[in-house]
Antibody, heavy 119, light 107 residues
Framework: QVQLVQSGAEVKTPGASVRVSCKAS????????IHWVRQAPGQGLEWMGWINPKSGFTNFAQKFQGRLTLTRDTTISTVYMDLSRLRSDDSSVYYCARVYGTGSFFSFWGQGTLVTVSS | EILMTQSPATLSVSPGERATLSCRAAQSVNINLAWYQQKPGQAPRLLIY???TRATGIPARFSGSGSEKEFTLTISSLQSEDSASYYC?????????FGQGTKLEIK
């Protein structure tokens, strides 16, 4: 069965960077795009960007341009999200999510990774 | 950027009754609209895509309708386990914005 398993919670200070990993299993890793979505405490869902695991091509929401990097390691079926210059309002649960077919909606989700940014 | 607006923010419905949730797009998204259910402490779960197609394993009491700018998620014969937040998402144009959510409470 399809699974996306994310790395554990992180606590960072303002200005630092964070890396969250998302390990895929149960399907051919390069067949489906992986997106990242975040959710601040008690708030709604915010789309961040995607990576094509086959080519490595990425696309980001404008607000994350310059701070967000998505990479992948096809040998271990893992996608990495790096967010730099962290601010307190980046404190959120970060989810990786796999698309269904070619549409940019998400049929499988990771369990979420809580990133807390605090001095 | 397409603003997605959901209403109502909170909805309280008795078991066995019907719940109707609305989602409005600021501009046309054709039928590129998905609905998700999220329970506290859990990741979202895909319910509907293509505005009206149920995802695998989703009970028939969940149905979606609409096109262009106006969409509806209907949950017929509510059950206690339907208590959750529900989000719509457009995937017609980047950024793939979500609505702010509707919290559904079962009386």
């Amino acid at each position: 069965q399809v699974q996306l398993v994310q790395s554990g919670a992180e606590v960072k200070t303002p200005g630092a960077s964070v890396r969250v990993s998302c390990k895929a299993s149960g399907y051919t890793f390069t067949d489906n795009y992986i997106h990242w979505v975040r959710q601040a405490p008690g708030q709604g869902l915010e789309w961040m960007g995607w990576i094509n695991p086959k080519s490595g091509f990425t696309n980001f929401a404008q607000k994350f341009q310059g701070r967000l990097t998505l990479t992948r390691d096809t040998t271990i079926s893992t996608v990495y999200m790096d967010l730099s210059r962290l601010r307190s309002d980046d404190s959120s649960v970060y989810y990786c999510a796999r698309v269904y077919g070619t549409g940019s909606f998400f049929s499988f989700w990771g369990q979420g990774t809580l990133v807390t940014v605090s001095s | 950027e397409i603003l997605m607006t959901q209403s109502p923010a909170t909805l309280s419905v008795s078991p066995g009754e019907r719940a109707t949730l609305s989602c409005r797009a600021a501009q046309s998204v054709n039928i590129n609209l998905a609905w998700y259910q999220q329970k506290p402490g859990q990741a979202p779960r895909l319910l509907i895509y293509g505005a009206s197609t149920r995802a695998t394993g989703i009970p028939a009491r969940f149905s979606g309708s609409g096109s262009e700018k106006e969409f509806t998620l209907t949950i017929s014969s509510l059950q206690s386990e339907d208590s959750a937040s529900y989000y719509c998402q457009q995937y017609n144009n980047r950024p793939y914005n979500f609505g702010q959510g509707t919290k559904l409470e079962i009386k």
